[in-house]
Nanobody
């Protein structure tokens, strides 16, 4: 069982930056692949970025590649998402998620076993 708590969301102007954090409970954080997803009003939840359990592999949605960076600190049981050059289209609730199996595409939402409650990110134009 893993519990995930996101923080770091807020209101920022276009072009600004935010850093999201996801604190995980439990002693097995380092065995989970982790991902960030987001959901804008009226839209489906979508993949943003993912990182392998060891941190050696990262994956990004085309819409955020080059602007966002995912990282993790396994000693601190924490996942991060550094978001730069934010755009109004990035406005959404951001969720972190964990999966115990490395099988399947990182972008596939149902492959994740645990989800946080989400943190709101609003980018004004």
């Amino acid at each position: 069982q893993v519990q995930l708590v996101e923080s770091g969301g807020g209101l920022v102007q276009a072009g600004g930056s935010l850093r999201l954090s996801c604190a995980a409970s439990g002693r097995t954080f380092s065995s989970y692949d982790m991902g960030w997803f987001r959901q804008a009003p009226g839209k489906e939840r979508e993949f943003v970025a993912a990182i392998s359990a060891s941190g050696g592999r990262t994956y990004y949605a085309d819409s955020v590649r080059g602007r966002f960076s995912i990282s993790r600190d396994n000693a601190q049981n924490t996942l991060y998402l550094q978001m730069n050059s934010l755009e109004p289209e990035d406005t959404a609730v951001y969720y972190c998620a964990a999966r115990s199996s490395s099988l399947g595409n990182f972008r596939f939402l149902p492959s994740y076993d645990y989800w946080g409650q989400g943190t709101q990110v609003t980018v004004s134009s």
